[in-house]
């Protein structure tokens, strides 16, 4: 038998190949059919390593979790920005590999952050995901997430719902 070594800790320039691969696996999982095919490859093309290099060492905080192998997901978090949802905190980005997905790293992770903003004063949390994206919904659902509010975007032209989520 052998031992899986699962860390969570803050992302650094040296992850900046994973984090990429991280997201531009994650996000054509999540968004393929969703986001129009020509503006999910444009978003996909601006965040490669060098990007994620520069981001990584900006002031919001990005943890990954680590099995020891290679980084599995990360999120990116911080003070909330939208001033009309009633949260302190807010988690921006939250993806996994789709290979570790439903296995319970996300809920490691997300627990994780979740903790670390508390630590810091911010105990109501939102969460922003495209209504479409029915599997980040429901993992926002379970965790105890509430929907407070629903707001439409453009995205390459197409029309998409997001809704918020808060956590207390």
């Known amino acids: 038998m052998s031992d899986l070594l699962v860390s969570i800790r803050h992302a650094k320039p040296a992850d900046a190949e994973a984090l990429s691969h991280v997201f531009e696996s994650a996000w054509r999982e999540a968004y393929r059919g969703i986001i129009p095919g020509v503006t999910l490859e444009k ?34 978090y911080g003070r909330c920005r939208d001033r009309s949802l009633p949260a302190e905190g807010e988690i921006d ?44 919904c429901a993992f926002y659902e379970r965790m105890g997430g509430r929907s407070v509010a629903r707001v439409e975007e453009r ?4 029309p998409l719902a997001k809704v918020a989520y808060l956590f207390r």
Do not use: C, H
């Open 43 to 76: 978003m996909l093309t601006r965040r490669g390593p060098r990007w994620w290099r520069s981001t990584v060492t900006r002031g919001r905080p990005l943890v990954v979790i680590d099995l020891g192998q290679g980084v599995a997901g990360y999120i990116s």
């Open 93 to 136: 980005e939250f993806y996994l590999l789709p290979e570790y997905q439903g296995i319970g790293l996300g809920r490691r992770l997300f627990r994780a952050v979740r903790n670390d903003l508390r630590d810091k004063g911010m105990s109501r949390v939102a969460v922003w995901a495209l209504a479409d994206n029915e599997r980040a």
């Open 155 to 158: 995205i390459g032209g197409t």
